[in-house]
Structures are given as C-alpha cells and as structure tokens.
C-alpha cells in the first residue's frame, strides 16, 4: 500500500531501519558526487548523479578476509557483520547490478563470504524525480524491499515485500492518484546503442582491427573492472603474520596482464587486444549465453572511469560506426 512520508515520518523511517540493520545512505561530497555512507542522523541526499561508487561492494568488498590459519592447523572463519547492512537510495540500475551478482555468487556453488555480508541485507531504492538534473527514475520491479518514490508534492513509499510493509506500519496512506504526474513506465535497461553492439558481436560482425586500435589506447589501469557493479572476478592471496596466516580476496581486472597468466609463463590473453575484446565478449555474448542477461546494466561507471574514453558506451558508439563504415 501506497504511504505518504512527512519529514519526521521519513526520519522515523531511518530510525526504525538503523535499530535493525547498519544503515548505508547517499550523502554528498564536497565535489558534489554522492556515496552510500553509514547514515548519523538527519535527511539522505536521495536526488541527484548516480552513486559514485558502485553499491555492490558492499556484499564483494575491494579486499576481503576468507579466513585465518594458525601454525596447527585450525582455521577461523571472519565473524559475520554484527547487523546486516541496509542500503538506502538504490536506483534501478544500482538495483540490476545487484541483482546480476546475486544470481552469480548465489547460484550453485554459493559463496560463502558473499553470502556472509548479503544474508538479511534490505535494500531501499529509489524512483521518482530523483534524476540528476530532476528527471525522472523509472519505477522499481520488487528487486527491492521498499520504494522511495519522490513525487512533485512529497516523498511516497511503496513496500515490495512483507519487511517493507512492517517498516512503513503505521504511516500515512496516500491516494494512488499522486502517482499520477509521474512517468511510471518501466525502460528497456540498456540503451539502444548497446543492444546494436551486442547484435554485431554476437553476429561476428565486428572486425579485427577495430579491437587492434581499441586496445593501442588501454593504459592497463583496469579502473573500467573496478567500477563495474556487476565484475565478479578476483584472485587470493596469503599473507603470513608470525604464526598465522590470513586469506584475502581482492578484485582482479581482465585487462591486466597478469589476468590469466599461467605459472609456465603462458598466458591465453596474451595481448591488450585480446583483452578488451575478451571484456566486452563477456559482458554482451558471454553472459547472454549463461544468465540470459547481459553482464551490463548500462551505469555508465566505466566510461566516467575510464581515462582513454573506451568503457561500454564509447567503445559500443565507436564498434556501430565501423561496422556502419565497413558495410558489415
Ligand atoms: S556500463 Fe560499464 S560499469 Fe556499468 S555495468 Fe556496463 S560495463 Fe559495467
Ligand atoms: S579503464 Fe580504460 S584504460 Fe583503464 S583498463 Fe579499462 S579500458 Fe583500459
């Protein structure tokens, strides 16, 4: 059911989510970007450019502890987090991002640390005038426990599950027709340009050298992976301190040249070429395949990364333009 948030209402909100969960809310810098930040008091900044960094670091941190070994042998698994996190102020592609490594961590064998941070974790997303220059977000599918919807008169919330609903109990109802100047249409996730993209890939249209003089701009600072809220990959290291021994995880990028280097000195990706296309084959043919998803949810991220203008949106503009100059 449709709520309506006075100010107080919407901080009672917070308060009721903070007793349960370690709240995370946007906040802005002083450079005018916003991060999810542990929430002190006072109002979110729910409008405005996307969330700099991406929110499924949250549930796959950048380095991670997998577990301590001491010299006899026994091992000790991190403790999990004293309150599962809350994060607050998702849009729908924050939402699809998470969602996309959900299906990846979750499925079959499930991992175990993802799983870790992720169980009972709520998530508040999103929709409404909360555009970066006050447009329109599309409206939010159940990907998401609650729904903030910032309507020309207010702040509204709609639950999408049974914890949703117990947090807006007792709140206002509001009437379904303050949606009504709303644009609450559903959008296709990726942008046109995207989908051409992925038709030429997976059509082997694309040619050779176009990867060629892609990759001769890579500087190899793999800051396109780091961004990306659905990259998934990551190597393990040991570090030993006296008697014990701690296991970390930490995020790995396909374009850098030690990715898939093998001890005999080997290596499958042996060039930058190699490697740019293997990054986009993966994200529009590869993961089509396996998940029936794309392994992009159009953030954006890489491209605002990306120091020689070749994340996902300028490099898809500039594949269509050749296949278009080339006839194929
Ligand atoms: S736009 Fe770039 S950063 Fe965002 S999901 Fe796609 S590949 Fe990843
Ligand atoms: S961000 Fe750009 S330059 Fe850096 S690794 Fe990715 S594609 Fe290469």
Known sequence: MLKRLEEKDFLCLLERIAERWQLLVPQRMSDGSRLLLPWQGG????????????PTEVFFPQLELLLELDDAGGVALPNPPEKPPALLGLDHLDLAGIAFLDRFFLSPPTDDAYLRRRRGALLVGVSGLAGAQGET?????GECDL??????????????TARGTELLEGFA??????????????TELLPEILLKAARLLQ??????????EIAARCIACGGCNFACPTCSCFGVQDRTFGKRTERSRLWDSCQLDAFMREASGHNPLGTETLRTRRRIYHKLVADPLRWGEPGCVACGRCDRACPTGIGMFALCE?????CDRHGS
């Open 173 to 186: 109802e509001a009437a379904p027709d303050k949606l009504a100047a709303l644009d609450r249409n559903a």
């Open 203 to 212: 059509e082997e249209r694309v040619p050779e050298d176009f990867w060629e």
């Open 318 to 322: 500039e594949l269509v333009r050749t």
């Open 147 to 160: 729904e903030l919807i910032l309507a020309p008169d207010g702040l509204l919330a709609h639950p999408h």
């Open 137 to 141: 977000l599309p409206p939010l599918e």
């Open 43 to 54: 109002l979110p900044v729910l409008a405005g450019p996307p969330l700099q960094r991406k």
